[in-house]
Nanobody, 124 residues
Framework: QVQLVESGGGLVQAGGSLRLSCAAS????????MGWFRQAPGKERVIVAG????????YYADSVKGRFAISRDNAKNTVYLQMSSLKPEDTAVYYC?????????????????WGQGTQVTVSS
């Protein structure tokens, strides 16, 4: 399995920006589609953004379209989530996931390889 380590979270005021990073190791990074997910207190973990293995196919949840941007650097084995115009409702623990195919980003019920996540807190 690929090991995932998220970083870059923190406390930011509404309207601010953060860039999250997810460093992968253990397997060939370019063989995996990558996704960012978040889980707010008392809520289920949901997908925020996804990117195909080549980086040519992107997905964004409606709630973050136009504000977040996912990207990957296969040479650095890292996927990023640039978050702008942050809102208090973006507050959550953010996780990344690595799956063999893009479509599996939308079927993570049984996914077990979550990292420790990184906390994002947006104050109003």
């Amino acid at each position: 399995q690929v090991q995932l380590v998220e970083s870059g979270g923190g406390l930011v005021q509404a309207g601010g920006s953060l860039r999250l990073s997810c460093a992968a190791s253990g397997r060939t990074f370019s063989n995996y589609a990558m996704g960012w997910f978040r889980q707010a207190p008392g809520k289920e973990r949901v997908i925020v953004a996804g990117i195909s293995r080549s980086g040519t196919t992107l997905y964004y949840a409606d709630s973050v379209k136009g504000r977040f941007a996912i990207s990957r650097d296969n040479a650095k084995n890292t996927v990023y989530l640039q978050m702008s115009s942050l809102k208090p409702e973006d507050t959550a623990v953010y996780y990344c996931a690595a799956v063999p195919t893009y479509s599996e980003l939308f079927a993570t019920r049984n996914y077990a390889n979550w990292g420790q996540g990184t906390q994002v807190t947006v104050s109003s």
